[in-house]
Every structure is written in C-alpha cells, then in structure tokens.
Antibody, heavy 118, light 107 residues
Framework: EVELVESAGGLAQPGGSLRLSCAVS????????MTWVRQAPGKGLEWVAE????????YYVDSVKGRFTISRDNAENSLDLQMSSLRAEDTAVYYC???????????WGRGTLVTVSS | DIQMTQSPSSLSASVGDRVTITCRAS??????LDWIQQKPGKAPNSLIY???TLQSGVPSRFSGSGSGTDFTLTISSLQPEDSATYYC?????????FGGGTKVEIK
C-alpha cells in the first residue's frame, strides 16, 4: 500500500527540540521530492521545507531557517524533520507530503501534532 | 513571497448547486497552481494540478481554470461529500504558498 506515516509528535518546551520522521512505503521513495507542510490549530496550510530526491537540495520557509533541518534516508525510506529552538508559533499538525512528477502534492500523511508550550 | 488570496472565505450552498471559488496570485504564476481539499479532521488531498488537470480519481464535477494571476475552482453540482475547506497553492516559486482557504458548507 502506498502511504506516508508520520511519527508521533508531542509536547516540547519553548527553546527545545523535537524530531519528526515520516515512514514511506509502497513507492520508490528515492525518485521523489518530499515536503513538510504544517497547519496551526484552526489555521491554513503552510509549506515548511522540502528536499530533493537525492538530498542534494533543501529549501525552507524563512520562519524556520536555521532552526529546522530536513533530511532523508533513501535506504531506509524515511524522511525526517529536526526541529530546534522551538517557539509557540511552531505548534501545528505537521504533514509529510510527496511531490509528484507533476510537482503537485499528490500523497499526504495523516499528520502529527507538535505542541510547543511550557 | 507570492501571496495567494482566496474568495470567499466561506460559503453555504445546497446540494446540486454550482459553486465557484476564486484565487488570485500577487504576481503571475502561469498555470503553476494546484487545488487541495481538506475535510474536517483529515489530511489534505490534491484535487487539481496545473490549474486545470484533475488528479486521478477526482470526480468530474470538479474543474479548474485560469492562468497568470486569476484562477477558479468550480464544483458543477455540489454533493454532500464536498463539504470541506479548499485551498489554492502556488508552486511557481519558493516559498510555496497557500491561499487562506474557502470553507464550503452544505445547507
């Protein structure tokens, strides 16, 4: 079955760190760009970061640059998002998503909630 | 950054109605525009890519049009299962950006 499954998020303190993972199955992971998109409670969607199929290019929204790092392990079919210096405004459901060959987000995980609070 | 503005922010319509949602980009993006549906409590789901091409499995009552700065999503005959929030999203330039969403409710 083709699917993306995010690891459990959880609660982090402001200034703390958290690592999210996305397990991929059912397709050739190494052939696709992958993305993290987040959604704050009751708000819209926000693109966070993305990574080229071979990991050679990475892009971030300005608000997370220098704090978040996207990475992938094509041998393990896994996408990660290392989040540090967390802020209250990082509280959101985080989705991993696949960018199809037509560049749309054609496959999404179910999302995982990250809460940043003291 | 390219700003995406959707209107209306919400609408209520009856089953069988024709529904139109508009999306405007702050600068020209060609046809690098996708539409995404999100049902309450669920993950987003891609409906249309490249402004007008339906993703596989999407009902034909959905259609998209436009290029440059102005785009439209149309549901030709609204169905109960179409109750959701719809987002436009530009992929012409990073950062990729989304519209604020249009919540569609069934009367």
């Amino acid at each position: 079955e083709v699917e993306l499954v995010e690891s459990a998020g959880g609660l982090a303190q402001p200034g703390g760190s958290l690592r999210l993972s996305c397990a991929v199955s059912g397709f050739s992971f190494s052939s696709f760009w992958m993305t993290w998109v987040r959604q704050a409670p009751g708000k819209g969607l926000e693109w966070v970061a993305e990574i080229k199929h071979d990991g050679s290019e990475k892009y971030y929204v300005d608000s997370v640059k220098g704090r978040f790092t996207i990475s992938r392990d094509n041998a393990e079919n896994s996408l990660d998002l290392q989040m540090s210096s967390l802020r209250a405004e990082d509280t959101a459901v985080y989705y991993c998503a696949r960018r199809s060959h037509n560049w749309s987000f054609d496959l999404w995980g179910r999302g995982t909630l990250v809460t940043v609070s003291s | 950054d390219i700003q995406m503005t959707q209107s209306p922010s919400s609408l209520s319509a009856s089953v069988g109605d024709r529904v139109t949602i508009t999306c405007r980009a702050s600068q020209g993006i060609g046809t690098n525009l996708d539409w995404i549906q999100q049902k309450p409590g669920k993950a987003p789901n891609s409906l249309i890519y490249a402004a007008s091409t339906l993703q596989s499995g999407v009902p034909s009552r959905f259609s998209g049009s436009g290029s440059g700065t102005d785009f439209t999503l149309t549901i030709s005959s609204l169905q109960p299962e179409d109750s959701a929030t719809y987002y436009c999203q530009q992929r012409n330039a990073r950062p990729l950006t989304f519209g604020g969403g249009t919540k569609v409710e069934i009367k």
